[in-house]
């Protein structure tokens, strides 16, 4: 993988030019991109173009190799949401996002696969660790991309797990901010409540590095040394229960960061949580009807099943069923806010367990889909596997606002596995 | 005006037709539009063929004509958010409202002139009640297209005060409903914290049948016999008081729904209330900065003054001061709820005064601002006017989420002052 701090460090120590940091990610491209899937579009070119421009070492990202999820609005690169509707779109505007990464001079490599409007019907892309396996979705190419080392850092979006769920598949970092803290302008909307913008990279340290430098926000971890956190771990939960290799890997993690240093107890969700996780199926179904009511009125038959589905009208939510799921979803934001009096952060499995076999799913998101909808910042912590070698990430999860110290958490539950090994 | 219940009584009593109705609106539009110029662009053609659908009759709208403000998207007219940068622009896709709007059976007319971007740079829109004088923004010609009668039905969005303002120059019923209750998705972005779509009709108890309609809510307050509402008033506000015809005015509606029935009492805004009137500027600052980041870095010549000065960065916030700012917001809407315990709506000012004279300048939002802000729903009641004819609304401001007790409210002021004349 390509770590961005690493990357950036080389650039403004002259040792490595953006145009080398290209030449780099293009020959990873060249040796596996026919194997793994990860882009929609790939503009070498241009990216080399921009590289070339001698300010952009004078910006945050130095001219870092950005991939950007094609459910992002790109002026210069075909937007295509990953649907058959919207074949050669070319949008008249960059996302927001977008426009804040090329200000930040991060240089746009290409277009990532996204599933079919970040939903669930999946792209072409494999999973780097293991090819016959989904990398998970909806951020397919975003995640595969980091982990196959073709880019530095990827642009996803998470509206039930599509950002911390393939990170957790493809073992990188994933980060998905705090609700608003990234603009989702621009980007394709799904539900309006829910839809979240995030950031992947290889390491805890560069993802914060690249939310900090496109976000203009004091996010950075690296260099610094923070306390140790206390943690509240999740092992019941109120959906299906994580995969045995998984729950192995939950215990590992909270004993290394136990041996650390860290305080490590045990946490139950309230009742009001499990209600919400419930309410984010009826404020997704009730929005996403809403937000591509276009699609479905004019293009039916060019949506995927899964999305059909989903807009089809014989279980939509009533207007009376979204005013409650939304009443709930304020009542378990304050219950969740209390539970943040006794910890810093939780830590709970990122998914189920490793990626599943096969690409017809990019696998579940009941671990990440009660955090989206509660708009708390979290991060997925790589950097342990399962006994066939596929990557099993776990879930930091802060407080709504708290991105810094979640990150910190997360860096320091990143370092204790790596001591741990 | 057209009333949109009066419309559809006849199209349901057989009695109209929704070619008929169009007729109507042509003819209005023959005779004044070259004067108000509410249209950005004008569909009659297209309009009739919709209206011809025999199905359109059995849909909620039953065929009314509409009026889309140039805001939002629409895939088959052009969309050009007011601004010199999208001239010819055709999107993609229908905006989620517009998509509603059809399937309620809503015919889309046409484009309204909106001020560039939404924000203040005016369009070229003259007050129906005087056309010398403006007739507010930045959803002007939804407003005067109400007021000249060109349709029954328009939509609108806010991010200062952009529907209850215009509605109060324009003399006609303006909705701003709860935050989210109507969805923005395709619409133009520019603060995604704040920016609100609302509706214009003729009367409060048109445009609540029209948010009813298209919303699929139970919104309705025609034929309803609502119980005499407790009215907080607000004579004293944290910024530049209202003009004396505009204070008089308010003393008369508060008279009017008092000898109506109603209990009111004085109410004066606690202190955060006042910090979260300069906090919205605060937003709406950083927001729009990323929102229109594209437009101001690629074609910032093509922008109008008030628009280049919100962008360029000489007081640009910073993201700490954002996140106070947000802070301060949430703090807010808490002592606002609590304020609503003892009232159940507030009564204020729509604006300042009556429409200014000239076209350049929309007026401002200072009695809007807080509201939008704290996402609440308000309601511009018409039916006053100053000694020259021009019109003065008064606002009902309600709690978050009780879209329908604030359009009854509102409906009981219209009411009460319809009765006082």
Redesign the interface.
């Known amino acids: 993988m390509l770590s961005a701090l690493d990357l950036v460090r080389r650039i403004e120590a002259g040792t490595l030019s953006p145009e080398q940091a290209i030449d780099r990610c293009a020959e990873a491209i060249a040796a596996r991109e026919a194997e793994i899937g990860a882009f929609a579009t790939l503009d070498l070119d241009g990216a080399r173009r921009a590289a070339r421009d001698p300010s952009i070492r004078s910006r945050p990202l130095r001219g870092l190799p950005v991939g950007v999820k094609d459910i992002f609005d790109t ?1 210069d690169l075909p937007t295509e949401y990953g649907s058959r509707i ?1 074949a050669g ?1 070319r ?4 996302a ?1 996002l ?3 990464i ?2 930040a001079g991060g240089i746009v490599l290409g277009k990532t696969v996204t599933t079919e409007f970040a939903h669930m019907d999946p792209g072409r892309t494999r999973n780097p660790h293991n090819p016959a396996h989904t990398p998970g979705g909806s951020s397919s190419g975003s995640a595969a991309g980091i982990a196959a080392g073709f880019m530095a850092v990827t642009t996803g979006s998470q509206t039930g797990g599509s950002v911390i769920r393939p990170a957790s598949y493809c073992g990188v970092a994933g980060f998905k901010p705090s609700y ?1 803290l990234l ?4 980007m394709k ?1 799904v539900s ?2 829910i839809d979240t913008a995030g950031l992947f990279a290889a390491t805890v340290a560069d993802v914060a590095f690249a939310a900090a430098a496109i ?4 996010l950075r971890v690296d260099g610094a040394s923070p306390g140790a956190p206390r943690i509240g771990v999740l092992r019941r939960v109120p959906w299906p229960a994580a995969s045995a290799d998984m729950a192995l890997v939950l215990d590992q993690v909270a004993q290394a960061t136990s041996t650390s240093g860290a305080r490590v107890i045990d946490l139950t969700l309230p009742p009001v949580l499990a209600e919400a996780f419930k309410a984010h199926a009826v404020i997704l179904g009730y ?1 996403a009807r ?2 591509l ?3 479905y ?2 293009h039916r038959p060019l949506l995927g099943p899964h999305l059909r589905e989903l807009l089809d009208d014989r279980t939509a939510p ?2 009376v069923a979204y ?1 409650e799921a939304r009443r709930i979803t304020n009542q378990a934001r304050k219950a969740l806010a209390n539970l943040f009096a006794d910890v810093d952060v939780i830590l709970s499995p990122s998914a189920p367990g490793a990626a599943p076999a096969g690409l017809a799913s990019t696998g579940n998101s009941t671990f990440n889909r009660l955090w989206t909808l509660m708009g708390t910042p979290c991060v997925n912590v790589p950097g342990l596997a399962d006994p066939d070698g596929l990557p099993l990430g776990v879930q930091v999860i802060g407080r709504f ?1 708290n991105d810094r110290a979640t990150l910190a958490a997360a860096h320091f539950l990143e370092t204790a596995i790596a001591r741990s090994r």
Chains 1, 2 share one sequence.
């Open positions: 002026v919207y779109h949008p008249a505007a960059d927001a977008v426009s804040m090329r200000r608003g603009p989702t302008v621009g909307c309006w409540t976000g203009g926000r004091d929005e809403r937000s009511a276009f699609e009125d004019r009533t207007a005013d606002g």
